[in-house]
């Protein structure tokens, strides 16, 4: 079964910090570079970070120099380290494949609430 699931978020302060993880099916983890996204009501779901299987990394402009994606070979699990984080990163996070989401691969996503 083909699958990805996300977990890790929550509310926080802005400022503070949370690290959401994906967990990954083999048979896609080993093939396919692994993409975050996430999703405000009312608006598109936008990418934020991927990496490939080699493990280079590429960031929207709005999280660079606060977000760190990994992937972690052993568990077929990335992750997304975020910092710093602004009300703005308020949304559902959700992972797939990338460049390019794969629709059937969509998951509940996590939501992170970034409030005072």
């Known amino acids: 079964q083909v699958e990805l699931v996300e977990s890790g978020g929550g509310l926080v302060q802005p400022g503070g910090s949370l690290r959401l993880s994906c967990v990954v099916s083999?048979?896609?983890?080993?093939?396919?570079?692994i993409g975050w996204y996430r999703q405000n009501p009312g608006k598109q779901r936008g990418a934020v970070a991927a990496v490939t299987t080699g493990g280079t990394t590429n960031y929207a402009n709005s999280v660079k120099g606060r977000f760190t994606i990994s992937r972690d070979n052993a568990k077929n699990t990335v992750y997304l380290q975020m910092n710093n984080l602004k009300p703005e990163d308020t949304a559902v996070y959700y992972c797939?494949?990338?460049?390019?989401?794969?629709?059937?691969?969509w998951g509940q996503g996590t939501q992170v609430t970034v409030s005072s």
């Open positions: 083999e048979s896609i983890f080993s093939r396919n570079a």
């Open positions: 797939n494949t990338a460049p390019v989401p794969t629709p059937p691969f």
